[in-house]
């Protein structure tokens, strides 16, 4: 199983735990109707992160 977590050094940085996937480091995973990175509620400049991007699918 993989956890899937976000690039934060908190413990609430997860977006699925035990996910019955074959992930490596880097691959790209993709959440339907997810927003819990809004700018809004962002970390950005959070030691020293990057801003996120944004990126709009239609």
Not at 2 to 22: S, Y
Not at 36 to 53: C, K, T, V
């Amino acid at each position: 199983p993989t956890t899937i977590v976000g690039r934060l050094c908190t413990p609430k940085d997860v977006f699925a735990r035990d996910v019955p996937a074959a992930l490596v480091p880097g691959d790209v995973v993709a959440f339907a109707m997810a927003g819990a990175y809004a700018w809004n509620i962002s970390h950005y400049d959070f030691l020293m992160h990057q801003r996120p991007e944004f990126h709009y699918v239609t």
